[in-house]
């Protein structure tokens, strides 16, 4: 295997680091933030950034119990109020385009708890997810490296 030492160009981190600063703040719940974050990581196997924002979701108050049940969001309806499911439903749709487009079924729904300037943030912060978990999933960064 290759050393993969540098993870980006700093012009290019920067850049990924203020679209994900400029959406989180947008989004103006960072609890909603991190557990947004948090699935798309899970959803695209990136130890790093679960490691990461995992630390970052305790240090904003999300329970335990989001964190334990968050893979099962689905199941868990007594765990994630509905402006939370429409965005990890949005999340999931956004990570995932497998099987096409984000169906209207889940656009409209979040867009029903999110206005139009924080929906705009949430699909910021989930393309800014998606962009840093392909980074250090491709460059096979392991856990541990993040200090709050």
Request: net charge negative; charged share 25%; with cysteine.
């Amino acid at each position: 295997m290759t050393t993969r030492t540098r993870l980006l160009d700093p012009a290019v981190a920067r850049a990924m680091s203020a679209l994900s600063a400029t959406a989180k703040k947008g989004l103006g719940d960072p609890a909603l933030a991190e557990l947004v974050v948090i699935r798309a990581s899970q959803l695209n196997h990136c130890a790093f950034c679960l490691d990461m924002h995992l630390a970052l979701a305790r240090a904003s108050g999300v329970s335990e119990r989001q964190l334990d049940l968050l893979a099962a969001w689905e199941e868990a309806e007594e765990v994630f109020d509905e402006r939370e499911r429409a965005a990890l439903a949005l999340t999931e749709a956004v990570t995932v385009l497998t099987e096409g487009f984000v169906p209207d079924e889940v656009y409209d729904n979040a867009a029903k708890h999110f206005d139009e300037t924080r929906l705009a943030h949430l699909i910021g912060l989930v393309v800014a997810i998606n962009n840093w978990n392909r980074v250090m999933v491709g460059r096979r960064i392991p856990p541990g490296g993040y200090t709050p």
